[in-house]
């Protein structure tokens, strides 16, 4: 034998061929924005770290959330930047806080746009854990119940998905029973079930300036030396009434969406985080990279490895670049 018997090369030749071929496709309907929200009027203030992401204040998000439909982006989800922060974060569960009063106007003016909300307390706790405190140890069951008063103020002003990202013990059962409790039975739980305690949330503390002033968010978030972990968390999560799951960070755990993929059918996402963000855009911006290749490449693997839909700063950018719009 003279040839190569089988010839792969065949099926690259063109542009067209490729497209044909290929296995995983990335659409407007694959992402999910993340947006922070911040008290004020006509505020549009950026983050040093996370270049083109901004601060907005609440009439300035709608505009933005209308900016993100018209690329034909399903969905966004709200962080928010309290007034003022207490060492019980009452501005994340108070019905006139920030998200709440940015639900509505978002939902009022763009009822077809999926909103989502992180639910955690570190954004509006003074020392910035994701619980409350007590003798420098975050309570775990303590916590449980004003994640579940964060939920239904956040599902009364008409968020259609709640998502816990505290990773405290029992919170999706208490949350599903607060909102059961409260009438809300069609709101969707999404659970950020495995999520590691990852330095690539770095920018993302900047922006919601969510830094733990004291300790780190180890004894609650995962290790990242750990795999079975991840599943347990997940089994845990589906059992105590998950409507959709999420494993973030999303390039560095690749091995664990995978395998959530294959053993979990719920609908299933990853986070590209802050940081994930973050050197991709500084590495284009330096020129040592191809900015808009590695986003895509980035997305499609985190696609290709199984998530049907992904959390991404890069929203806009890879929808008006895949939607032609
Ligand atoms: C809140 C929360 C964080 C992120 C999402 N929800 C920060 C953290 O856990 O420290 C990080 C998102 C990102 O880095 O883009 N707990």
Not at 99 to 112: D, E, G, T
Not at 206 to 212: I, K, Q, R
Request: with cysteine; charged share 25%; proline share 6%.
């Amino acid at each position: 034998m003279s040839f190569p018997l089988v010839r792969m090369r065949r099926l690259r030749k063109t542009e067209a061929l490729r497209r044909l071929v290929a296995e995983t496709v990335l659409t407007p309907d694959d992402l999910i924005y993340p947006m922070f929200v911040c008290p004020g009027d006509d505020v549009c203030q950026g983050i040093g770290s996370m270049p083109g992401v901004n601060r907005y204040s609440i009439d300035a998000l709608v505009e933005e959330c209308r900016k993100v439909a018209d690329l034909g982006v399903p969905g966004v989800i709200l962080f928010g930047i309290p007034e003022k922060k207490d060492a019980l974060g009452t501005e994340g569960y108070s019905p006139k806080g920030i998200i709440p009063r940015a639900v509505r106007a978002v939902k009022k003016a763009l009822p077809n746009l999926i909103v989502m909300c992180d639910v955690c307390l570190c954004e509006y706790t003074s020392h910035g854990h994701c619980g409350i405190l007590e003798k420098g140890h975050v309570h775990n069951d303590a916590t449980l119940e004003l994640l579940a008063r964060a939920s239904v103020v956040y599902a009364q002003a008409g968020a259609d998905v709640v998502a816990p990202s505290d990773m405290m013990d029992g919170r999706v059962l208490a949350i599903r029973e607060g909102l059961e409790e409260a009438g809300l039975d069609d709101v969707i739980l999404l659970s950020y079930a495995a999520k590691y305690a990852s330095a690539f949330y770095g920018p993302f503390r900047e922006a919601a300036d969510s830094t733990p002033q004291e300790g780190d968010r180890r004894g609650y978030q995962m290790d990242p030396p750990n795999f079975r972990e991840a599943m347990r968390e997940v089994a845990m999560d589906v059992e105590e009434g998950a409507d959709m799951l999420m494993v973030k960070p999303a390039l560095p755990y690749l091995d664990v969406l995978s395998a959530v993929r294959q053993e979990f059918d719920l609908p299933l996402s990853a986070y590209q985080v802050s940081g994930e963000f973050a050197m991709i855009k500084a590495a284009g911006q330096q020129g040592w990279i191809d900015e808009q290749r590695v986003m895509m490449e980035s997305l499609i693997s985190i696609k290709r490895a199984g998530a049907d839909f992904i959390f991404t700063y890069f929203a806009k950018e890879a929808a008006a670049l895949v939607g032609g719009r």
